[in-house]
């Protein structure tokens, strides 16, 4: 079989571990920075076979639509967008190509999260999910005021850090948002630095999810609450124990970080080679499948309330 050509648009560390990715898994790679594309130039292209769109959030519509012009399946980093009228425009313009292609939403091949997945979870009452790590200890020799995590529209916690509000949605299907707490920072109007969203499913679970840039200490973490157990995950080392009157029980499942990234990329593939019939992961983030965990995430970010600021040297 002949390798599947794919353009990798974005020169930043997730564009480059996405190449990296795509070569190890067998694909012929073109890897363009954003500052160097050429709108007609690509379009002209018939070498293709899919895109990955791995550039700041608020270049992805332009993006998308000449994917779906060229006919080619993508592959787009989350979240789509913080605005829900851009979000019912992309999924309307990428309707051509939207059965083989997908949202970055990697952390559903976390290992932990895959074995919950196979969980009777219908007891679960409560729920809580949160992230938090300081954003000035994620790369060396990076500045958090010269990011895209900085900027007003397209910056932030909230969407930064929305696989946590995926993991949520996809383990307990249909929650609705509740309200949105945020606390920002007078340097960066508009931008949040730690956000609670309250969430609730119809007839339940309720429960939270937590983000911030602030943690000095990386956390990565969920409590379940149920009828008959309590589940404790640590996404990090990661676990998973099972709390019930009869003691803990706590499974280990070791692996590399790469391996999720990997694994999605891997199912990319398949959509891109054999079409939507292709055998890929339950957990893979269908651009379709993942409509209500975009809306959610984009109804957030309009609704977030300020309470406050934080008073840290951003740097």
Not at 87 to 106: E, N, Q, T, W, Y
Request: with cysteine; glycine share 8%.
């Amino acid at each position: 079989m002949v390798s599947p050509h794919i353009a990798v648009i974005g020169a930043g560390s997730i564009g480059r571990r996405h190449a990296g990715n795509l070569e190890a898994l067998g694909a012929k790679v073109a890897h363009i920075g954003w500052r160097e594309f050429d709108a007609t130039a690509f379009a002209a292209r018939t070498d293709l076979d899919a895109v990955v769109i791995a550039t700041a959030t608020q270049i992805r519509l332009p993006l998308i639509a000449l994917c779906a012009q060229m006919g080619l399946p993508f592959y787009v980093e989350k979240p789509l967008t913080w605005s829900l009228e851009e979000l019912a425009a992309i999924h309307k313009v990428a309707a051509p190509v939207a059965d083989r292609s997908m949202v970055g939403f990697m952390m559903r091949y976390h290992p932990a999260l895959v074995a919950l997945g196979k969980e009777d979870l219908s007891d679960i009452y409560a729920f809580a999910f949160e992230i938090g790590h300081d954003v000035r200890q994620w790369r060396p020799n990076w500045r958090f005021g010269d990011s895209y995590a900085a900027l007003p529209e397209g910056g932030g916690v909230l969407l930064d850090l929305s696989h946590e509000v995926d993991i949520a949605q996809t383990l307990f299907p249909g929650l609705a948002l509740q309200a949105v707490d945020s606390l920002g920072h007078a340097e960066f109007p508009g931008v949040d630095f730690a956000t609670t969203l309250q969430l609730a499913a119809p007839g339940g679970p309720v429960g939270s999810v937590s983000m911030d840039y602030l943690s000095p200490v990386f956390i990565r973490r969920a409590r379940l609450r149920g009828l008959t157990r309590n589940i404790e995950i640590d996404f990090l080392k990661p676990s998973v124990s099972y709390v019930s009157p009869e003691g803990t029980e706590t499974r280990d499942y070791p692996f590399e970080r790469n391996d999720m990234f990997l694994g999605a990329m891997g199912d990319f593939l398949k959509l891109v080679t054999e079409g939507p019939e292709a055998e890929i992961s339950p957990q893979a983030p269908l651009l379709r499948q993942c409509l209500p965990i975009d809306q959610l995430v984009a109804e957030a970010w309009g609704k977030r309330t300020f309470q406050g600021n934080i008073d840290q040297d951003m740097g």
